[in-house]
């Protein structure tokens, strides 16, 4: 059977999703969720995303993302690819830590944001691990940051739901006016079902019939189309990699024929492949052809030695951080 085509546009809205291997409690403990975040804001500082509303359970993920470049596919490639590098190699494991590919529902900005996110919130409730009152001081969902505005990220975006419970403004008044809304909602199964929590997670929309209307005759336009979108997609990709990589060359006073000239594992040349995978979803592959440094594991084993022992002249010059993490 064909895999489904994923819609990408720019400011398009999704609820993302997927759970572990065999429904695997891959987030059994904080230092797992911790380290999912951390990926989340590395992937958020790449894409450009912005999240709207997340949730971490023992063994899957809730995101409510929207793509201000049309790059849903890249990021979730580098996020969910990245975690389980991660999450394998500190436990000393292999094999998939996911159930295959993610879902993605697109999601209607104006009629499903705003219920997607009260979902997410509410999903620590209806899986008996907090009541409503606890929740603000519940680590794994947004909601914790929506009351702590001094833990929030720069890619986090709480104003559809505050908006969709009653135009609430994001002030300590509003908030604990979302917390009983999200009380109200929680015991009113009425209420529940006109949002459609019911279909959250299934399906490939959520919206107004309206909005579903649309992304039909949008699929069927796409008809027949997936490939050529997809190759529009890495294409587009490519050519911020590539516009990155010249700004960064200028900072180095280099250009792209020191490139070819320079030896494959010059400091320069790995400093930049490694500003280059911090700031970019770009991968190995691209990075060997494109910076001339050899095959992706070439590039993997060069970029790593680089972030134990940095040129900190190099890092000041391309404006990278000091401190890597694997």
């Given at each position: ?275 280059l995978k911090e700031r970019t979803t770009a991968t190995n592959r691209w990075l060997g052809e494109h910076l001339h440094m050899g095959g992706l594991h070439e590039v993997s084993r060069r970029v790593g030695a680089w972030r134990r022992q940095p040129d900190t002249a190099l ?12």
């Amino acid at each position: 059977m064909a895999r489904p085509l994923r819609f990408e546009s720019e400011g398009g809205v999704y609820h993302v999703l997927n759970r572990g291997n065999y429904r695997s409690d891959i987030f059994r403990s904080g230092k797992a969720k911790a380290a999912f975040l951390k990926c989340l804001d590395e992937a958020c500082g790449k894409t450009g995303w912005e999240v709207h509303a997340w949730c971490l359970m023992s063994n899957h993920y809730h995101l409510a993302v929207s793509t201000p470049r049309a790059n849903l596919v890249e990021g979730m490639r580098w996020l969910q690819g990245t975690f389980s590098v991660r999450f394998n190699r500190l436990r000393d494991e292999r094999g998939h830590l996911f159930q295959g590919r993610y879902k993605s529902l697109i999601v209607d900005p104006d009629g499903g944001l705003g219920p997607l996110c009260h979902y997410l919130h509410l999903n620590p409730v209806r899986a008996k691990l907090r009541p409503v009152a606890e929740l603000p001081g519940y680590a794994w969902t947004s909601l914790r940051w929506l009351f702590e505005p001094k833990e929030r990220p720069d890619w986090y975006r709480p104003q559809a739901a505050l908006a969709h419970a009653g135009g609430l403004a994001d002030t300590a008044a509003g908030r604990r006016s979302y917390l009983a809304y999200l009380q109200w909602l929680a015991e009113d199964e009425p209420a529940r079902k006109e949002q459609q929590f019911g279909a959250m997670s299934k399906g490939w929309v959520i919206g107004s019939g309206s909005f579903l209307r649309t992304m039909v005759q949008e699929s069927r336009e796409r008809g027949g189309q997936g490939r050529r979108l997809a190759a529009e997609a890495r294409a587009a990709a490519e050519e911020l990699w590539r516009e990155e990589t010249n700004r960064l060359l200028a900072k180095l006073g280099r250009t792209g024929a020191d490139l070819l000239t320079e030896r494959k594992s010059a400091d320069w040349k790995v400093a930049l492949a490694a500003a280059l995978k911090e700031r970019t979803t770009a991968t190995n592959r691209w990075l060997g052809e494109h910076l001339h440094m050899g095959g992706l594991h070439e590039v993997s084993r060069r970029v790593g030695a680089w972030r134990r022992q940095p040129d900190t002249a190099l890092e000041k010059r391309l404006g990278i951080a000091a401190n890597y993490k694997a």
